[in-house]
């Protein structure tokens, strides 16, 4: 994989995750309100899908979105104004945490209703199918939403039709806060998937080099005329399910385990792959976020101080989306009745 | 240029017609495809466009009807069959959750030309999963719109305009009405879809009504016309919006309002229009507006029973003779 691509994966995650942290910040001090799920161990399986698409392909996200319209390109301000409830937000301050939307980059949305963006995303798909287009729907989808009847109903039609959609399922264990085992007679989602005669394999969400290619091959199969795909992401989210959930369902020793196991740590370790020892990588083991921060602090190896440079950057990024924000006009009434009807030209009575 | 069309027909030559004029509309439904439509809407659709514009479904009524939520947000027309309106409680977070909200969600980025159209009404005997209304609910969700065609005429228009609406359109089709007849001018100019209209003219008393029983409220008129009352009734064409101005203009002019529906009469389209119209037309009343509606009550299997959950046309003449002689009492005193 080139140098560029794996460089701009590593600021994306490093973007998230300074977005994110900062998004908590703005929470507690109540810049943010309302409901607010972040997305901190999860920025592998974005990064790595996202920059496997191309610009004419189409995004259908859930209530976990900020990090994935970041990575679709949707600038940093845009994002944190609708948060803010600015008029300046991606959604005009209408729509929120939850429903980011970005139609210019095909950002179709941030949804709420689990398991919605399932018909949504065929529905689209049917659209690029009926007009022959190589266009491609990407649906993110959390492993709490395949129980649903739609994720079901969905990969028939999806799989009746061949509609060109990859479904990716970031498996994060957790469905809301019931853990895998106890939500699903099967938990290897990749195998329900099967039942529906779509292509499904089940990778490492925690790496972000393994998401992109299957995330590439998949997007390739489906271009190729090869129906849609579905691959399941594991990884793991460090926060609660919300701002509203401490997360004390899980067992700490549960969650030191996976931050071992952290998806930036993983992708900077493959960035100095050409750099590094070999016996600094032998000495990478479980404690990857640790060492990664003494690299940081070293920074004897130019890669090292790229990472912090990048690491800053996100930071100042974050920083001015902030300020952006906070400058911004709020959100108006009289936009709000502007956004309901869109006939304008048939409209006579309301 | 006008010919005589049966109520299905007429819905049948809209989706010719607008599926002719405009390669992104398409319909999917159960049954819409092979099998030409439960009410045969869709008849020869299949051949004639083929099976990505005109799609058999699986019985999956949430996400068929997603699946034309998602269409519509990239610039298709998708046209949702459900075929019952039994059935569409089903697929009312599609409609409720996403048609509705998206657009406005979106901070106005995106449109949701999206149409659902829904059998649905008292038709013979089906029973209480199969005899409904669901207007109640449907008319308290903004960002839908609602219309009610009970003439082969606005079937024709309402759907093709709904068609070409950017809005979500529910189109309330009622089984009873499929196989009446009347004349369908496809040139003529349509009146804006939103728009009720006069049925027949009147001075003594206002009926506000809508669908089916718009029909039956002309059949009581004629009936009152002959005992000397005359009836000016009102037929909604549409539940959201609702055209006030046409309510109101009437009811100024007779001074007496009665609203027949046959949904439930609690918390139904009656008393939307009952408590809006006394607002706005209070001091012109001679009496209090009154109400003719379904019993809160599922729809029993029995066949005279189930006449008696719903209005029918000599309820519509007692309660509008009993309106007027309560009008003229008040007067009296």
């Not at chain 1, 976020?289 to 912090?308: C, N, Q, W």
């Not at chain 2, 049948?12 to 819409?32: I, P």
């Not at chain 2, 609910?137 to 068609?163: E, H, K």
Request: charged letters at 20%.
């Amino acid at each position: 994989m080139d140098r560029e691509t794996l460089h701009r994966m590593l600021r994306d995650m490093l973007l998230c995750r300074a977005f994110e942290e900062r998004a908590a910040e703005e929470y507690s001090t109540g810049n943010i309100v309302g409901f607010l799920h972040l997305y901190p161990g999860e920025e592998a399986v974005a990064a790595g899908v996202i920059n496997a698409t191309g610009p004419s392909d189409y995004i259908v996200s859930n209530y976990r979105e900020h990090a994935h319209a970041l990575v679709r390109g949707t600038p940093a301000r845009q994002v944190m104004a609708e948060l803010f409830g600015r008029t300046t937000g991606m959604s005009g301050g209408m729509g929120g945490s939850m429903h980011m939307f970005d139609r210019e980059r095909r950002f179709m949305g941030g949804y709420a209703i689990v398991g919605q963006t399932c018909p949504i995303s065929i529905g689209i798909a049917y659209a690029v199918a009926m007009r022959g287009l190589p266009e491609v729907v990407v649906n993110f989808l959390g492993d709490g939403a395949v129980n649903q009847g739609t994720f079901h109903e969905s990969l028939n039609m999806a799989s009746l039709w061949r509609l060109p959609v990859l479904f990716v399922c970031e498996n994060n264990h957790y469905a809301i806060g019931t853990e895998i085992h106890r939500h699903s007679a099967v938990p290897e989602v990749f195998k329900r998937v099967a039942a529906y005669n779509i292509p499904a394999e089940k990778i490492d969400g925690m790496d972000v080099l393994k998401v992109h290619n299957a995330a590439r091959q998949a997007l390739d199969r489906i271009r190729r005329g090869g129906g849609p795909q579905f691959i399941e992401c594991e990884t793991y989210r460090y926060r609660g399910h919300s701002m509203a959930d401490p997360g004390t369902y899980r067992p700490a020793v549960e969650l030191k385990a996976h931050q071992a196991w952290d998806p930036l740590t993983t992708a900077s370790r493959e960035l100095e792959f050409r750099y590094p020892t070999p016996d600094e990588l032998a000495g990478i083991g479980r404690d990857n976020i640790k060492l990664f921060a003494d690299h940081l602090i070293d920074g004897e190896h130019a890669v090292e101080s790229e990472i912090e440079d990048m690491r800053q950057d996100a930071q100042k990024i974050v920083d001015d989306a902030v300020q952006f924000a906070s400058q911004s006009a709020q959100a108006s009434m009289d936009a709000a009745w502007n956004h309901l009807y869109q006939s304008h030209r048939h409209e006579v009575l309301i | 240029m006008s010919q005589e069309l049966l109520y299905w027909q007429a819905l049948n030559r809209a989706m010719d017609h607008a599926m002719a004029a405009d390669e992104s509309v398409f319909t999917l439904g159960e049954d819409v495809g092979l099998y030409g439509g439960s009410y045969r809407v869709t008849e020869g659709l299949y051949a004639k466009y083929g099976e990505w514009r005109v799609r058999d479904t699986p019985i999956s009524e949430n996400s068929f009807t997603g699946l034309g939520v998602g269409a519509a947000l990239v610039g298709a027309r998708p046209v949702v069959e459900i075929m019952t309106i039994n059935f569409m409680l089903l697929a009312l977070d599609s409609i409720i959750n996403g048609a509705a909200k998206i657009p406005f969600m979106s901070g106005g980025q995106f449109k949701m030309p999206l149409v659902v159209r829904v059998p649905g009404g008292i038709a013979r005997q089906l029973a209480a999963q199969h005899a409904q209304r669901l207007e109640h609910t449907l008319m308290n969700v903004p960002g839908l719109r609602i219309a009610v065609p009970a003439t082969p005429q606005d079937a024709y228009w309402q759907l093709r305009q709904a068609i070409a609406s950017d809005d979500p359109i529910i189109l309330l089709e009622h089984e009873l009405l499929y196989f009446t007849k009347g004349q369908v001018d496809f040139v003529a100019e349509a009146p804006p879809i939103h728009r009720a209209m006069v049925r027949r003219s009147g001075r003594d008393l206002t009926i506000v009504s809508y669908s089916r029983h718009a029909t039956l409220a002309e059949d009581a008129a004629a009936e009152l016309a002959k005992a000397g009352i005359e009836a000016e009734v009102v037929d909604l064409r549409s539940l959201k919006p609702i055209d006030w101005d046409t309510c109101a203009a009437s009811v100024e002019k007779t001074h007496r309002l009665l609203i027949v529906e046959e949904d439930c009469r609690f918390a139904g389209a009656g008393a939307e229009i009952s408590a809006t119209l006394t607002e706005r037309c209070f001091y012109s009343l001679d009496a209090p507006a009154q109400r003719l509606a379904g019993l809160d009550m599922p729809t029993p299997y029995n066949g005279a029973l189930e006449a008696a959950t719903i209005p029918q046309a000599a309820d519509i003449v007692a309660a509008a003779q009993q309106l007027c002689q309560a009008a003229q009492a008040t007067k009296a005193a």
